[in-house]
């Protein structure tokens, strides 16, 4: 069973930065792509940021140019440097892992970004 770990979230003065960590139990190669994703009260889950096992990445048009998605293949990390921060990227953020016929979630790290 995969295991998805996140870390690195915590409270922050809008204009800050933060880096999210996801940490898996499994070689992230094997994974046709992982992602974030966030969700804040009383609103659904919305990907924020995605990468395929080839680098190539995708983010939401609202954290385009401030949000940074990699990936550390020997680590079996993904990260989300999350910079110009804003108290609308308030929300607890998840990472999410997939595969052919599997999809797994982390437990969620709480981003608070105070005005």
């Known amino acids: 069973q995969v295991q998805l770990v996140e870390s690195g979230g915590g409270l922050v003065q809008a204009g800050g930065s933060l880096r999210l960590s996801c940490a898996a139990s499994?070689?992230?190669?094997?994974?046709?792509?992982m992602g974030w994703y966030r969700q804040a009260p009383g609103k659904q889950r919305n990907l924020v940021a995605s990468?395929?096992?080839?680098?190539?990445?995708n983010y939401a048009d609202s954290v385009k140019g401030r949000f940074t998605i990699s990936r550390d293949n020997a680590k079996n990390t993904v990260y989300l440097q999350m910079d110009s921060l804003k108290p609308e990227d308030t929300a607890v953020y998840y990472c999410?892992?997939?595969?052919?016929?599997?999809?797994?979630w982390g437990q969620g790290t709480q981003v608070t970004v105070s005005s």
């Open positions: 999410r892992a997939n595969r052919v016929g599997s999809d797994y």
């Open positions: 990468i395929t096992s080839r680098g190539s990445t």
């Open positions: 499994g070689r992230i190669v094997s994974f046709n792509g």
